[in-house]
Nanobody, 119 residues
Framework: QVQLVESGGGLVQPGGSLRLSCAASGSIGNIDDMGWYRQAPGEQRELVATITRRGTTRSADSVKGRFTISRDAAKNTVDLQMNSLKPEDTAVYYC?????????????WGKGTLVTVSS
């Protein structure tokens, strides 16, 4: 079992910055990749960024150059640094973790944290 808890969301003006954090607990040694998804009001959930056990990162085209995902294995956390925020970034942001395939391959999700970008 893996538990994920997001924090750091809030209200920010366009052009501002926020740093989201995801704390993992439980069988964290079984985790393969981790990432962030988001869901805007009335929209489907979409991938924001992912990071592997070795630190290789990928991000959606819409956030490249603005968002950076990072992972601290010692603290069991994954962060998302968000800069130059736009109103269209407004969404609930969810942390996700994938278990290594030979250990089951399950996906775990946090409950989400709300980011609102508005003047």
């Amino acid at each position: 079992q893996v538990q994920l808890v997001e924090s750091g969301g809030g209200l920010v003006q366009p052009g501002g910055s926020l740093r989201l954090s995801c704390a993992a607990s439980g069988s964290i040694g079984n985790i393969d990749d981790m990432g962030w998804y988001r869901q805007a009001p009335g929209e489907q959930r979409e991938l924001v960024a992912t990071i592997t056990r070795r630190g290789t990162t990928r991000s959606a085209d819409s956030v490249k150059g603005r968002f950076t995902i990072s992972r601290d294995a010692a603290k069991n956390t994954v962060d998302l640094q968000m800069n130059s925020l736009k109103p269209e970034d407004t969404a609930v942001y969810y942390c996700t973790a994938r278990i290594r395939p030979w250990l089951g391959g399950e996906n775990y999700w946090g409950k989400g944290t709300l980011v609102t970008v508005s003047s």
